[in-house]
């Protein structure tokens, strides 16, 4: 059995959440040719993977992909339901004040092709302290987050803001791509390790990103 495999068994066991050294592994091997793994296999990404070991949003409550009725209910029961991995598959997905759990992965289709259109309140936010010091984790990657969100530009309320993680010791933030955000697009705030990478953020009032109070930050690849 590969390296590759070998991980991918493991975290398909494990009953705690990714570490960050976990991901990390993984996506070292995201290139690993088909004749490297078990025989008869095919070359597969981290994001196929991880797809694979995902839970649709779809099994927490009725979504509409086409982005005509809300899905926030299913959204938010998928964010509390204590599932180390959450998958969205391509669609629109109207929503508001998403909260995501301390320890989860939550994977999209890709950068425009998951959507979640906050057309009215916050987008996703976790304000409270968290769990630092525990190994609290988080993982967001591959997908957009669209407002226009409510508040007076600029006052700098949470509820103008995209994305905001706080509080977590790893925080893994990977092509996700934020626009119309009246305040700022992604921010973390009080956290551990925080990797923000291949980011896109446009059309935001003030930072794109923002880390603030955080132990070790990597920003790179972002536009």
Not at 186 to 198: L, N, S, T, Y
């Amino acid at each position: 059995m590969s390296d590759y495999d070998n991980i991918i068994s493991v975290l398909q066991k494990k009953a705690g959440p990714l570490t960050l050294e976990e991901v990390l592994e993984l996506q070292e091997n995201i290139n690993l040719p088909a004749d490297a793994l078990a025989p008869g296999s095919v070359a597969r990404s981290v994001v196929e993977e991880l797809r694979d070991l995902g839970v649709p949003v779809a099994r927490f409550g009725t979504v509409d992909p086409d982005g005509i009725a809300d899905s926030s209910v299913a959204l938010r029961s998928a964010f509390a339901s204590g599932e180390r991995n959450i998958y969205l598959p391509a669609g629109t997905y109207l929503a508001s004040e998403l909260k995501p759990g301390d320890y989860q992965c939550i994977q999209g289709a890709g950068m425009g092709a998951a959507i979640i259109q906050f057309p009215e309140a916050r987008g996703i936010a976790q304000k409270d302290e968290g769990n630092r010091g525990t190994g609290s984790t988080i993982i967001l990657r591959d997908f957009t987050l669209k407002g226009p969100w409510q508040g007076n530009k600029g006052t700098g309320d949470y509820s103008e803001e995209a994305l905001v993680v706080r509080g977590y010791d790893r925080v893994i933030i990977e092509r996700v791509e934020v626009r119309e955000s009246r305040y700022l697009g992604i921010r973390a705030i009080d956290c551990g390790q925080v990797i923000i990478r291949d980011c896109l953020v446009e059309e935001t009032a003030k930072d794109s990103i923002h880390a603030l109070g955080c132990r070790d930050v990597l920003i790179t690849g972002c536009i």
